[in-house]
């Protein structure tokens, strides 16, 4: 197969993601790099992401943070959220992402919209106040508005699977696909930038689940978009199931073809190298980037707390040093866009 001969639709994008042949997936990883230089340039934006909490109500069938897995939970205190979003000011990050388990509590919704508004208080020297994105999953339009008003600005809820079949396969029977899409609707009228995502490389899923993914982003015309290969984790159902999924090497192989693809498909939005990939492979999130992603998260979360965040087994990709941090990033064509909100191009242009 080549990159000069694939078409958009639906078989396209699944004969392309089927195609294992490595020239071609190389091929088409640099094309898409290019094209991310050509349409919004070389930057790579940041995000200091503070994971505040692994505390949730959702029970995913996938997740190492699920509510019956037994784990230590933990939630930051407001003190050490702002000490952590200090510290992505100080090292002119621009933006802060604040993720974390699902909560609909008053007491927890009423600190994020506090945490929101001390955040934008933040010292940021010349550069503008922190822009922060929310990743706290479903809420009511009520709780979305709130937080909107508060100055997030940015949200992202991934879809996980768009299919609604795999979706099912993947979560409890009481998660309901249909209330997840209509969150990502709510979010887009409110007026976040509204991102999602999907993993993959799950178990049940096909090179046309992928491809329809993409789709969706694409219908959705969704500013930004935060994908991922998943990584089983040893206590959940879906690994403790048996069901099988593809190997190591062919999910970070995937992960970075989505990445390419998407990028074909959708040139000047924002795309995340996820953490995800750095499981895979040490440089992961740097070959994301160089496979056409343009946003790169430092992790800013306290250490003690940050083990505990374990959507999935990660113990080889835990931050250490200032490795962790942007210094991570050693190929020359990485250029990065200090100081910058970094909203998408695409985004800017609507
Ligand atoms: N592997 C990869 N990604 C996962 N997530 C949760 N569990 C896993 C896993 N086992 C992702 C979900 C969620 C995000 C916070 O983490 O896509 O949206």
Not at 178 to 196: H, M, W
Request: charged share 25%.
């Amino acid at each position: 197969m080549k990159v000069s001969e694939l078409t958009w639709d639906r078989e396209g994008l699944a004969a392309a993601i089927a195609c294992e042949d490595a020239a071609f997936e190389a091929a088409l990883r640099e094309e898409a790099y290019r094209v991310k230089v050509d349409t919004i340039g070389p930057e790579v934006y940041l995000r200091g992401l503070i994971e505040i909490s692994n505390i949730c109500v959702k029970d995913c069938l996938y997740c190492g943070i699920r509510r019956d897995i037994s784990c230590p939970r933990y939630e930051l205190s407001e003190e050490e959220v702002l000490s952590a979003a200090r510290t992505a000011a100080g090292r002119r990050f621009g933006s802060v992402v604040i993720q974390g388990g699902e909560r609909t509590d008053a007491a927890f919704i009423r600190k994020i919209t506090r945490l929101l508004k001390e955040i934008k208080q933040i010292d940021t020297g010349d550069d503008p106040p922190l822009g922060i994105t929310l990743s706290l999953g479903e809420q009511s339009r009520e709780v979305y508005e709130e937080w909107f008003d508060a100055g997030a600005h940015r949200y992202l809820l991934r879809i996980e699977a768009f299919n609604p079949d795999l979706y099912r396969k993947i979560h409890p029977e009481d998660h309901s696909y249909d209330r997840r899409l209509q969150a990502l609707y709510d979010l887009k009228e409110i007026g976040y930038q509204a991102g999602t995502g999907a993993m993959i490389g799950i178990p049940f899923q096909t090179a046309e689940d992928l491809a329809d993914d993409l789709l969706f982003y694409k219908q959705f015309d969704a500013p930004m978009v935060g994908m991922g290969p998943y990584n089983p984790h040893p206590q959940t159902p879906l690994t403790l199931s048996g069901a099988p999924y593809p190997s190591a090497e062919r999910r970070f192989a995937l992960g970075l073809k989505m990445i390419a693809l998407l990028r074909l498909l959708m040139p000047d939005i924002n795309i995340a190298a996820a953490t995800a990939l750095e499981v895979l492979d040490p440089r992961g999130r740097e070959k994301g980037l160089l496979s056409g992603a343009n946003v790169f998260m430092p992790n800013v979360t306290p250490r003690e707390q940050l083990v505990k965040y374990n959507l999935y087994d990660r113990k080889t990709s835990l931050p250490d040093g200032p490795s962790a941090l942007e210094h991570g990033l050693s190929d020359s064509r990485i250029v990065i866009g200090y100081g910058r909100w970094g909203d998408s191009k695409h985004f800017r242009q609507e």
